[in-house]
């Protein structure tokens, strides 16, 4: 392990894998935003089937009972329209989501996953339980946002452009005002999905200065350098 001077004493720049804008792996991760889409469905069929009430497995607020709805809460669904208006922005986001990998789609789906359920669980109104893919949707939405201007992308920034006028009325979602629907999961989801890009822009600046290595200036003269 060595320590290594800049170059030129200019801050590592983004490697071209940070700015792009597809996943690079697009079948693959069509078939992940697909499956995960379907996944939705078969949950609403087999809470239609079977006298399970699936949705009653929720985020219930501030309730230790309904601590674990954070694992559940983004695949149930109240209802059949309440799928369906989640099946477009679930595939369109998570598939561009996935610009840096899988993997690191996982991680970044994890981490809103978390934020949004936690969230929901300490602010939503009690006695009330909180379900659907939306909060997962917004992070994703958020996520791809604002990594442009974490990683000073023009291309990245444009694609939040042509999100922002075809979806751009969703965020409003993170307001109060609509009753029966969680601003809540809403707000906290995007939190989440700023945290992960902010997480995963940080990530990248470690790696293009390089693996094993620290950046520092080259030692003053007649010192020894790094070994």
């Known amino acids: 392990m060595s320590t290594q001077p800049l170059p030129s ?27 995960f889409t379907v996944l939705l469905y078969l949950v609403e069929l087999v809470d239609a089937l079977l006298p399970a009430e ?13 601590l674990d709805g954070i694992a559940w809460a983004p695949v149930l669904h109240g ?19 996935m610009a840096g990998g899988i993997g690191q789609w996982i991680a970044v789906t994890v981490t809103i996953w978390l934020v949004g359920g936690v969230g929901v669980w300490l602010t939503a109104p009690p006695d009330t ?30 694609v939040a452009v042509v999100l922002l006028f075809v979806w751009g009325g969703m965020l409003w979602g993170v307001l109060p005002g609509n009753p029966g629907v969680s601003w809540q999961g809403h707000l906290f989801g995007a939190l989440g ?12 600046r470690r790696r293009a200065g390089g693996p094993g290595t620290s950046t520092r200036l080259p030692p003053p003269p007649g010192q020894p350098g790094p070994t």
């Open 9 to 35: 004493g200019r801050p590592p720049q983004r490697t071209g894998a940070a700015k792009r804008i597809l996943p690079p792996k697009p079948v693959a991760a069509g078939i992940v935003a697909l499956s």
């Open 54 to 66: 699936l949705d009653h497995g929720g985020i219930v607020a501030r309730s230790l009972a309904g």
């Open 79 to 97: 209802s059949w329209s309440h799928v369906f208006a989640n099946t477009v922005p679930v595939l369109v986001f998570a598939f561009l989501a």
């Open 129 to 158: 339980v909180t379900v659907g893919a939306s909060g997962l949707a917004f992070g994703w939405l958020a996520f791809l946002l604002v990594r442009g201007l974490f990683n000073r992308s023009v291309s990245q920034l444009l």
């Open 193 to 204: 999905g700023v945290l992960a890009a902010w997480v995963v822009a940080r990530a990248d």
